[in-house]
């Protein structure tokens, strides 16, 4: 480190980070805001001219666990010559429990020495852990002030003289650049604890056409929410939630390598609804299918702690996490994409993830490797619950040119060709819903609205389904009152039978949207 020797008695190195904490005990989890100084190294004087301006900066600094932080280290140099800058205040009368200035520019921590005029014996400066002293100092205000209420009554007498020597700041210099390191993570994190795991989608409405003539409502199917218990945090802060996923081949199901083979039980995996007959799905998802998943957080050739084998690595799609007050979990969003198949079933292979974590294949500059070590990424891997992935569906209702009353409706998505023995592919239906008389929506919301009639019109498939696995349904509909507003209810069933002697048939509701049709 560069530092003049000859001005240079000490140097201290501080360091300051931040760290995100989930105490299980607390409503939620916190970020401390942390300061320390690691250690203080002597600056002897140089015995060689062409050391004077340079040392060797050594130290060790111990957090006491194996949690990953980002520190930003500082220097703080100290002048060989600060007893040339000590005042001495002769005269200070302390008073009660006011204070008294010794210097606004603030004072050398541990430089002050006070005593009764005259006399030798020095007196002690307040301490909290064992709550004795007899002074309270503020060195950043540069003020003293006799122990009072607060504290334990010390020695200084009322109103007497008193002698005080200290040495006013700067005597220290902090350096200019500080160094930001990563502190790597040096064990596995705990394994996840999923509680349940539900769908999610997102709705996006837009106009478009000659006149905004065309109303547009897209949901986004896709998503999933993965609901985890407390406490997070346990490698550091930048954990996430991975998904493992097969390193192999990704359309055929069984590997060639037998031994690749042994990841199997310990990655992700998705296959077809086996009630519908839709399109085909890769046999395992890749990297790519978690769109949420940012390159930066994916890595490849990482290693299981439960097939430990250099020649058996996964890869994983990192996701970041969040916090949810009201249920007081932690929650991780996913939005996977399974291609053109129709409700596909996935059983995801969550782990942990610390990017930030020693491994012998990590480089770069200012990165410590312990080549003794396997990497320490992720956790245990868990198996969630099989859940479903849900279909996008894009609906658009126009107005016609020639009839302003009449609209056309079209809806498109993935489905289904057949569904236990009965064709596909779903049924949509699409009604008309008006206010009730007297009724504000704004006021009673849903309750405001009722159906125009209980006559639905049935949207017609374009094709039992296309080669893509996508189908596009059509209808029309007619507004009885141009002048007023109507509601727009669109319903998608799935039509299946249950055997027996006499079939019964069902469906069941799998989309619906609702689109406001104003004059």
């Not at 974590?357 to 320490?376: K, Q, W």
Request: glycine share 8%; hydrophobic share 35%.
């Amino acid at each position: 480190m560069r530092v003049s020797r000859k001005s240079t008695v000490k140097l201290d190195m501080v360091a300051g980070w931040q760290e995100t904490i989930d105490p299980v005990g607390e409503p939620e989890p916190k970020v401390l805001t942390v300061n320390a100084r690691p250690f203080e190294q002597a600056v002897p004087l140089a015995t060689k001219p062409e050391e004077e301006e340079g040392i060797h900066l050594e130290g060790r600094h111990e957090f006491g666990d194996t949690k990953y932080r980002q520190i930003t280290y500082s220097a703080i140099a100290t002048t060989r010559f600060a007893e040339y800058f000590r005042k001495r205040n002769k005269g200070v009368r302390l008073s009660g429990s006011s204070t008294f200035t010794l210097s606004s520019e603030g004072l050398v921590e541990g430089s002050e020495t006070v005593r009764l005029a005259g006399k030798e014996a020095t007196y002690k400066r307040w301490d909290p852990e064992t709550k004795s002293g007899d002074y309270v100092i503020d060195y950043g205000s540069g003020t003293i002030r006799r122990t009072g209420s607060e504290e334990n009554p010390g020695a200084i007498p009322e109103n007497q003289d008193l002698e005080i020597t200290y040495i006013e700041t700067p005597v220290t210099r902090v350096t200019e650049a500080p160094r930001t390191l990563d502190v790597l993570s040096t064990a596995r994190p705990a394994a996840p604890r999923v509680l349940y795991i539900v769908p999610t989608f997102s709705w996006r409405t837009n106009v478009s056409g000659k006149g905004d003539s065309t109303i547009n409502s897209e949901r986004k199917g896709g998503g999933l929410r993965i609901y985890m218990g407390r406490p997070w945090y346990t490698s550091g802060d930048g954990e996430l939630l991975a998904a493992i996923i097969w390193p192999g081949p990704d359309n055929i199901s069984v590997s060639n390598d037998e031994e690749l083979e042994k990841i199997r039980p310990f990655v992700t995996q998705w296959g077809m609804d086996p009630v519908f007959r839709s399109s085909p799905i890769d046999e395992m998802p890749t990297l790519g299918a978690f769109k949420l998943s940012k390159s930066e957080y994916q890595a490849t050739g990482m290693l299981l702690e439960e097939v430990n084998d250099q020649n058996l690595k996964i890869n994983v799609a990192g996701h970041t996490v969040g916090y949810d007050a009201s249920r007081k979990l932690w929650y991780c969003d996913m939005e996977i994409d399974a291609g053109n198949t129709y409700f596909p079933f996935i059983r995801l292979a969550l782990a942990r993830y610390q990017p930030y974590s020693l491994y012998r294949a990590i480089t770069g500059p200012d990165t410590v490797v312990d080549t003794t070590r396997e990497n320490v990424h992720l956790s245990r891997v868990v198996l969630a619950d099989f859940a479903q992935i849900t279909p996008d569906r894009f609906a658009s209702v126009t107005r016609d040119g020639a009839n302003s009353a009449l609209r056309h409706i079209s809806v498109t998505g993935n489905s289904y060709s057949m569904a236990s023995g009965n064709d596909g592919p779903a049924t949509i239906e699409a009604s008309l819903e008006k206010v009730r008389d007297g009724i504000d929506p704004s006021v009673a919301g849903e309750l405001a609205w009722e159906p125009v009639d209980w006559n639905p019109v049935i949207l017609t498939p374009n094709a039992k389904i296309s080669i893509a696995g996508t189908t596009t349904w059509t209808g029309d509909i007619t507004l009885p009152d141009t002048a007023k507003s109507y509601r727009l209810l669109i319903k998608e069933f799935e039509v299946f039978s249950v055997p027996g002697v006499v079939p019964i048939y069902s469906r069941r509701m799998v989309y619906a949207d609702a689109i406001e049709l104003v004059p």
